[in-house]
Structure formats: C-alpha cells, structure tokens
T-cell receptor, first 113, second 112 residues
Framework: GNSVTQMEGPVTLSEEAFLTINCTYT??????LFWYVQYPGEGLQLLLK?????DKGSNKGFEATYRKETTSFHLEKGSVQVSDSAVYFC????????????FGTGTSLTVIP | DTAVSQTPKYLVTQMGNDKSIKCEQN?????MYWYKQDSKKFLKIMFS???????INETVPNRFSPKSPDKAHLNLHINSLELGDSAVYFC???????????FGQGTRLTVV
C-alpha cells in the first residue's frame, strides 16, 4: 500500500540554521511527491512538489529532490527564519489509487531568534 | 478572495449534539474533500466528492454525512457527536484528481 513516513518532531532551530526534515514513502506505483506547510491557525498550503524521479521542487528557499532509489523526498533549507515556524507535511499522490493523497504525520518546526 | 472557506472556524458543542460544518470554494474545482486532523497532526481523508458524486468514503462512521448541494459546496454533517470526534476538520478542493489541492483554514471542533 501507500504510506508516508516523516521524522518525528518537534524540531527547534535557531535562526539561520540549516534545516532537514526527512521523508520516505512507500507506493505501489510512481507517485508525485509534495511538501505542504501549515502555519499557525491556517490551512495547508502547497510548498513544493516533484512529479518524477530526480525532479527537484523548490520554493521560498526550500528544496526537496525526488529520490526513487531511496524512496525519499527530504525537505531542506539552508537558512531558516522565524517566519518558517510551522508544521510541515510530506505527501504523495498515487495515480494508481485514483490520485488520492497520502499525508505523513507532520513535523512541527519552531525557529527561535 | 478566499479560495476555500470553511465555517465556523471554531465549534464547541456537547456530546450527543448534531452539528454541521460548511465549505465553499470559488475556484471552479470539480473535486472537494474533507480531511480530519487529529491531535497528533495526522491528516486522514474522510470523503471525496467529484461533481456531486461521492467517490471515496474511508470507513468513516455513518454519523458523518457529506452533503454537496452544488459543485462549489461540500458540507459535513455530524450526528450524535462523541468526544473522539474532537479534531480539526479541513476542507479541500482540486480542479481534477491529478492537480494541486487547495485547503481551507480548518474548523476546530471540540466536543465536551
């Protein structure tokens, strides 16, 4: 079946630190991969996506590369800001199951000045 | 303009009551969803509606019933509320199943 596993949180970093949030997946087919972000009190927003192996999604300084060989889609940012404090969700969408989304459990990030 | 809007944002109610959460999208999307986010932030799909037809029901108790009066609205009715129903419920929509999903701000339901 399909599933997404994210590193457990919460994660606390100082401003300008390097961020990595690990995400691995299991899929029956060839999924598209996503990172969504949920800021406090708001809904989920698409942060970035990649639709095939070796694609790199990027947005707002965040990057993630679709690694088929390791079934991973780790989220990285070189220098985090206080405004990046949020919950980050890794997700996959599998064409073989009607394009249904499967979300990870979310990783809470707090950036302190 | 808000793309996907939910009301109310907060809902506190007693066990046994019946309540509804409304969702509207102004994006012209064909597919709408309801997700439940539990206290551990885990998101689980509850329902999917495509052109007013239910296409997914992920073993949700029949106390939960989605109602879609038109393509732009997908309301969630919950009967005989239980403590375990306390969660944040998110509405979402997509143009097609193969495109990006847009989420509402969520409705925090607390059952006391």
């Amino acid at each position: 079946g399909n599933s997404v596993t994210q590193m457990e949180g919460p994660v606390t970093l100082s401003e300008e630190a390097f961020l990595t949030i690990n995400c691995t997946y299991t899929a029956t087919g060839y999924p598209s991969l996503f990172w969504y972000v949920q800021y406090p009190g708001e809904g989920l927003q698409l942060l970035l996506k990649a639709t095939k192996a070796d694609d790199k999604g990027s947005n707002k300084g965040f990057e993630a590369t679709y690694r088929k060989e390791t079934t991973s889609f780790h989220l990285e940012k070189g220098s985090v800001q206080v405004s990046d404090s949020a919950v980050y969700f890794c997700a996959l969408r599998d064409y073989n199951t009607g394009n249904q989304f499967y979300f990870g459990t979310g990783t809470s990030l707090t950036v302190i000045p | 303009d808000t793309a996907v809007s939910q009301t109310p944002k907060y809902l506190v109610t007693q066990m046994g009551n019946d309540k509804s959460i409304k969702c509207e999208q102004n994006l012209g999307h064909d597919t709408m969803y309801w997700y439940k986010q539990d206290s551990k932030k885990f998101l689980k799909i509850m329902f999917s509606y495509n052109n007013k037809e239910l296409i997914i029901n992920e073993t949700v108790p029949n106390r939960f019933s989605p109602k879609s009066p038109d393509k732009a609205h997908l309301n969630l009715h919950i009967n005989s509320l239980e403590l375990g129903d306390s969660a944040v419920y998110f509405c979402a929509s997509r143009l097609t199943p193969a495109t990006e999903a847009f989420f509402g701000q969520g409705t925090r339901l607390t059952v006391v």
